[in-house]
């Protein structure tokens, strides 16, 4: 088990894949730099996910992305022969392969909404929310996410996301420079169930 604080890279873009972690507690996002050397953010996962399995899963492939804490977090680390003897022995890879296929089609989904709504912004926030598996304390819940990172993931920009921000109200949910900091779920919730948005 390994413990991380938010902002620390778990598993980094290249490296090869020598073992898979298991997400105890927390959220973390995977990002891939491009060949254009844009960072482009793939998905938030949390509390339950398993992440880095790809490469672990396959010998001589190095990671495809990389994993960052985006809250503290802890994980199990699986090494990688012990991942693939636990999921050949079980049967598993035609269910692993699914769920990569079922989370890269939720990624999609995310980025392929349209427009930048506040509607959609705020469910984004829940859902990564939702990830942490937290609640928000009197002081609110930060998050080691930033503007333009919500932009990449929902394929909009730094400053439609800033603008909804605003919208939304600091009360709610407020945009530090390398974070955002969520005061309000109910009203998060109210303004995601918003359909005049």
Not at 77 to 97: I, Q, S, Y
Not at 111 to 132: D, K, M, N, T, W
């Amino acid at each position: 088990m390994r413990s991380h604080r938010a902002g620390e890279v778990l598993l980094r873009q290249g490296d090869p894949g020598t073992h898979a972690l298991a997400l105890i507690r927390g959220a973390v996002k995977v990002t891939r730099v491009e060949r254009d050397g844009r960072v482009r953010v793939l998905a938030f996962r949390g509390t339950g996910d398993v992440v880095g399995e790809a490469a672990a899963a396959h010998s001589g492939v190095a990671r495809l992305a990389t994993v960052e804490s985006v809250s503290a977090c802890t994980v199990a680390v699986v090494e990688k022969d012990r991942f693939t003897k636990f999921v050949d022995g079980n049967g598993l890879w035609p269910a692993l392969h699914e769920h990569a296929q079922i989370r890269l089609a939720e990624s999609d989904s995310a980025r392929s909404g349209y427009g930048g709504s506040c509607r959609r912004l705020a469910g984004a926030l829940l859902a990564l929310v939702a990830a942490v598996g937290e609640t928000v304390s009197p002081g609110g819940l930060e998050l080691a996410v930033t503007r333009a990172e919500l932009a990449q993931y929902l394929g909009v920009s730094r400053n439609t996301v800033s603008s909804r921000l605003g919208e939304i109200g600091a009360s709610i949910v407020a945009g530090q420079r390398k974070s955002i900091v969520i005061h309000d779920i109910d009203g998060l919730r109210a303004v995601a169930a918003d359909t005049d948005d």
